[in-house]
């Protein structure tokens, strides 16, 4: 574009478009990539984990909760979510028998479950999150025997280390479908 050339708005516009798109990112082609598995990462107590991104279905800012008696501790009680009720989990607690703080970054994970869904509450949720094949072919065993029942590989990503959790898995485990004290 020569800077003595006098351009319409509307060319200018047209200028920064075809910029824009002979540098277009390839990131759609490296997300639909083979090989490559998405996940939503997030911290429960000194963890972080990440989960499929298709077993999370919604996160949410924890709402106000009403108790339930007679239930495990790590049953919050529940939530009323647009207008369905669901039970609140402190993930910490229900794991590693510590309770989850309430602050600015606790999030709930909204995941489905036999009758409907249920939420985690976690300590703060990074976003999403991918690993490559090359990633899940040196990945470790999990050894923490908290987690190794729901979560069998730990990949590393920057040099965190991070528990592959399958939340199928969880929700279809005894003791967390047992919430009676």
Same mark, same amino acid.
């Given at each position: ?43 429960? !107590?000194? *963890? +972080?984990?990440?989960? @499929?991104?298709?077993?999370?279905? =919604?996160?949410?800012?924890? $709402?106000? #909760? ?60 990074? !976003?999403? *999150? +991918?690993?490559?094949? @090359?990633?899940?072919?040196?990945? =470790?065993?999990?050894?923490? $025997?908290? #987690? ?34």
């Amino acid at each position: 574009m020569n800077a003595t050339t006098a351009l319409t708005p509307f060319e200018i516009l047209a200028h920064y478009e075809r910029l824009s798109l002979a540098h277009a990112s390839d990131t759609r082609e490296r997300m639909d990539a083979p090989g490559l598995w998405r996940g939503i990462g997030y911290r429960v !107590g000194p *963890r +972080t984990l990440v989960s @499929e991104i298709g077993e999370i279905n =919604e996160l949410l800012a924890p $709402p106000p #909760l009403t108790a339930v008696p007679r239930t495990q501790p790590w049953l919050l009680g529940v939530a009323n979510v647009r207008g369905n009720l669901m039970p609140v989990v402190d993930f910490g607690r229900f794991l590693f028998g510590e309770r989850t703080q309430l602050t600015d970054r606790a999030r709930l994970l909204v995941v489905r479950q036999g009758g409907g869904s249920v939420a985690l509450l976690v300590d703060e949720v990074f !976003g999403q *999150r +991918t690993v490559d094949a @090359e990633q899940r072919r040196t990945a =470790e065993q999990e050894d923490d $025997p908290r #987690l190794s029942r729901f979560a069998e590989q730990r990949v590393g990503e920057g040099g965190q280390q991070m528990a592959i959790l399958s939340m199928g898995k969880l929700v279809r485990a005894p003791d967390f479908r047992q919430a009676a004290a």
